[in-house]
């Protein structure tokens, strides 16, 4: 039985009520723990406001390929598509995509601010699952900020125009490429596309580019965008030939082997700022997953 304290709350003289003893003990633990949960939870606060201050120096742009492309396991496809050159993605690529975004989105600690995609379907799909799976996290396993992700689509990150890329049996008769701009990105969600934005590139990519060229155009299109948004978070998806060059052009002296479906390359430079207006931004470090590559040998000088 429990013991009760000599303590009544009366009214009009007529005791009302008791407390036990065991009841008092048990409040004033209850008490002594919500306070070291405040104390912790304030510490754990701290630690993170610290953890963004540092992670805010920082801008990080990924660049990522699209996911595994229908042709490539129906080879039946091309010859009934009114648009074989333009496939859309295996039902294996969208699971990867949306599994590559959910691990983006969990793992990275730090917001994604936009998207840029290319135009053909295979990547608007990635890029659409890619958004699916940020927007499906729990806010405590994502610090995308869901309702300011803005995504715009970039003529830049097109796949390389010419017929080692895309064959000519499958490519128009025409030779025009055409892309209805507004159907693809009816496939966001509604407010997600910016059309404040100004692409890069005003239009695809003229039939016959030489890959030296189209590398030019890839690099071009990372720098200029990083450059564009220097304290905003990207990613950029694309293609197989993007990614090559952009791992190779930001990790030195080495050669690609192998790139997987939604392989992405991870570039991270320290951007400092004064009254809001950047004064300087660092050189880039490179994280990359699902590239295959070797370290190309230093040369030697020949002794004289």
């Not at 025009?176 to 159907?183: E, G, H, L, P």
């Not at 050669?255 to 004064?274: I, P, W």
Request: glycine fraction near 4%; include cysteine; aromatic fraction near 10%.
């Amino acid at each position: 039985m429990d013991q009760f304290l000599a303590v009544f709350f009366c009214e009009n003289n007529v005791p009302t009520t008791r407390v036990s003893l065991k009841t008092l003990m048990q409040s004033k633990s209850k008490v002594k723990t919500q306070k070291e949960k405040q104390k912790k939870n304030q510490n754990l606060t701290s630690h993170m406001l610290l953890a963004n201050l540092t992670m805010d120096r920082y801008q990080h742009v990924y660049v990522m390929r699209h996911g595994h492309r229908l042709d490539n396991f129906d080879p039946d496809w091309a010859a009934k598509a009114a648009r074989p050159w333009d496939p859309p993605l295996f039902k294996d690529g969208m699971v990867r995509a949306f599994q590559t975004g959910q691990r983006i989105g969990s793992q990275t600690g730090f917001p994604i601010h936009r998207i840029f995609v290319s135009p053909f379907l295979r990547c608007i799909q990635t890029a659409s699952q890619v958004v699916a799976a940020l927007s499906s996290l729990p806010n405590a396993m994502s610090s995308i900020d869901k309702t300011k992700l803005k995504v715009a689509i970039e003529y830049g990150l097109c796949e390389m125009m010419n017929s080692v890329a895309i064959w000519p049996e499958v490519s128009p008769i025409d030779g025009k490429f055409d892309f209805n701009i507004s159907d693809l990105e009816a496939m966001f969600p509604e407010g997600m596309v910016d059309h404040n934005v100004d692409p890069i590139y005003k239009e695809i990519p003229q039939w016959g580019e030489s890959k030296e060229k189209c590398r030019e155009r890839y690099v071009k299109v990372v720098k200029t965008l990083a450059d564009k948004y220097p304290t905003e978070n990207l990613l950029l998806i694309t293609h197989g030939e993007g990614l090559v060059t952009t791992f190779s052009n930001f990790y030195k002296d080495t050669t690609v082997l192998e790139v997987d479906y939604c392989a992405y390359v991870q570039l991270r430079r320290e951007v400092s700022s004064k009254d809001g207006s950047v004064v300087e931004a660092g050189e880039y470090e490179v994280a990359q997953s699902g590239i295959r590559f070797s370290q190309d040998p230093v040369p030697i000088p020949t002794p004289i």
